[in-house]
């Protein structure tokens, strides 16, 4: 079974930047596409990107294409998520899941499975 688990969150001023990693354990073959999602209190859970855990080229939300930019490490089996020029509007909880359905749809977060616990990100102004 595949654990993921997020870390790298914390406190940045807007304008800032973050790293932030989704380690994965347990057996995770190069087909599995992992994907990064955001939640801010009180609203619904927002798709940022994902990318197929062998290689190719990352998918991203069209509002956030150009200031996040994922990653991966497949000897430290790690999709990193950097973040650059931050405003207060992306903080909230970013977590790492993986696809089941084989189709990386990422902007349908019900796909994903063995959701990471999430790392806190706040920005402020």
């Known amino acids: 079974q595949v654990q993921l688990v997020e870390s790298g969150g914390g406190s940045v001023q807007a304008g800032g930047s973050l790293k932030l990693a989704c380690a994965a354990s347990?057996?995770?073959?190069?087909?599995?596409?992992i994907a990064w999602f955001r939640q801010a209190p009180g609203e619904k859970r927002e798709s940022i990107g994902a990318?197929?855990?062998?290689?190719?080229?990352?998918w991203y939300a069209d509002s956030l294409k150009g200031r996040f930019t994922i990653s991966q490490d497949n000897a430290q089996k790690t999709i990193s998520l950097k973040m650059d020029s931050l405003k207060p509007e992306d903080a909230g909880v970013y977590s790492c899941a993986k696809d089941m359905m084989g189709t990386c749809l990422f902007q349908f977060p019900a796909n994903f499975v063995y959701w990471g616990p999430g790392t806190q990100v706040t920005v402020s102004s």
């Open positions: 990318i197929y855990f062998g290689g190719g080229w990352p």
């Open positions: 347990g057996w995770l073959d190069t087909s599995k596409c």
